[in-house]
């Protein structure tokens, strides 16, 4: 990922999109660069239990300091008051954020703002933060399980540099996860779509299947 650029990682619930966010952010934080994650989503020692027993190795770093972990709790904090916080984490060094997830951002803030007024004020922080040179992650969920490839809310995709989806496919009896890249604004990309297995030994992806087709129709067929 670019410095100062957006990426949405999007998939549907439970697919692992926090997961994969989470190891950029403890890649990021492990190398000395100062990262923050935003939740909205799950409380903080929730989100540290969960990423212990996948061994993602954020919960030192956490201890440590390299990484700052925000628990938003709902319904407390205005949009400005948010990017208050955002703007106060970032001029105290932080160079990489992950907000967790934009649902949880337009649910829980309080206020009398519209969805479309606070997509416009979550616009405006992206904003800010690609000015000021920070790398952006934003977790976001799409409804469908299956089927037709909904890979980001329309809202926000145009804002995104990059984007990532994951979703949920049917293979030989067995619901599987696939991720694959679908936008990198600043150069190429591997076209390819590989399998993502999360467990308690961890993240592991696998090679491109290339020995299926109709991957994104979620029920795939084999190629004799």
Do not use: W
């Not at 703007?87 to 990489?96: D, L, M």
């Not at 040179?133 to 399980?145: A, F, Y």
């Not at 995709?157 to 979703?167: G, K, P, Q, T, V």
């Not at 592991?204 to 087709?213: I, M, P, Y």
């Amino acid at each position: 990922m670019e410095r100062g650029s957006v990426t949405v990682i999007s998939g549907p619930s439970g697919v692992g999109k926090t997961t994969l966010g989470s190891l950029f952010l403890r890649s990021s934080a492990a190398g000395g660069t100062p990262s923050a994650g935003f939740l909205f989503e799950e409380l903080r020692d929730d989100y540290l239990y969960r990423a212990d027993q996948l061994g993602l190795g954020v919960g030192q770093l956490h201890a440590d300091g390299p990484l700052r972990l925000f628990e938003v709790e709902s319904l407390t904090q205005s949009p400005d008051e948010f990017a208050a916080d955002v703007r106060e984490a970032v001029e105290g060094g932080v160079e990489v954020v992950m907000i967790d997830g934009i649902p949880g951002y337009r649910l829980g803030l309080r206020g009398s703002d519209t969805e479309q007024e606070l997509t416009r004020e979550l616009h405006a922080l992206c904003r800010y933060l690609k000015r000021m040179g920070v790398t952006t992650i934003l977790i976001d969920e799409v409804g469908s399980l299956a089927g037709s490839l909904d890979a980001t809310d329309e809202r926000v995709s145009y804002l995104a540099d990059n984007i990532i989806f994951l979703r949920y496919v049917e293979m030989d009896g067995e619901i599987r996860k696939v991720v694959g890249v679908l936008k990198k604004r600043f150069s190429d990309f591997e076209q390819s779509l590989r399998e993502l297995r999360i467990d308690t030994d961890g993240v592991t992806l696998g090679g491109a299947l290339t020995d299926r087709r109709g991957i994104l129709t979620g029920v795939p067929e084999r190629i004799e």
